[in-house]
């Protein structure tokens, strides 16, 4: 005897009906996809798998209480994704906060207090030029320069196409090379 596949809208009814069974069906149904998107939020094994837990709880919430109104895919794949961005947001804050302490050392080779003044100050000069750039190309420039993330996690990162990404980039950097230009070595000249 076949048994008709019930579609997601009928199994959320299911669930908002009470029975658990339904939403263990759903998340069967899309866990690839539902994994996929959390692996490309989370920097690592771990952290992905957190993301589409918390995701996945939330979603439950809401489709208990009958809110999901729409397609449940479509539904759980923006949970992960703003899951993946808090938790980015969060580890952003928390690397944010922590300071660098200046070890300066006495030993030869290494490197002298003045420079170590030169490179603080270096420091606080880019640190300025990333804060003074729009709120758009500054977090593009952030997320791709700084924190290595590829085009197309910016991309998810940000809610915006990988055009966009790189056109926020090449913007920011634009800038960053005029209003640092002070910072470049200057050309050495050639001996003969």
Known sequence: ???????DEQLLRRFE??????????????????????????WHYQQAEDILVEA????????????????????????????????LE??????????????LTLVSGGMSPEEAIDRDRDRSDVTKALDALPGDEGTAVYLVDCQGLTYKEA????????????????????????????LRPAPQAETQ
């Open 1 to 7: 005897m076949l048994t008709t596949l019930q579609t």
């Open 17 to 42: 009906a009470g029975d658990e069974s339904a939403f263990d069906m759903l998340y069967k149904r899309h866990r690839k996809r539902l994994w996929g998107m959390a692996r490309k939020m989370g």
């Open 56 to 87: 996945m709880a939330a979603v439950a919430v809401r489709a208990r209480q009958g809110a999901i109104t729409g397609s449940f895919i479509g539904y759980a794949l923006t949970a992960v994704h703003h899951r993946g961005l808090h938790v």
């Open 90 to 103: 969060r580890s952003n804050e928390r690397r944010a906060r922590q300071t660098v302490p200046l070890a």
């Open 155 to 182: 991309a998810l990162a940000l809610s915006c196409s990988e055009a966009t990404v790189k056109r926020r980039l090449r913007s920011g950097r634009t800038t960053l090379a005029q209003t640092l230009a002070h």
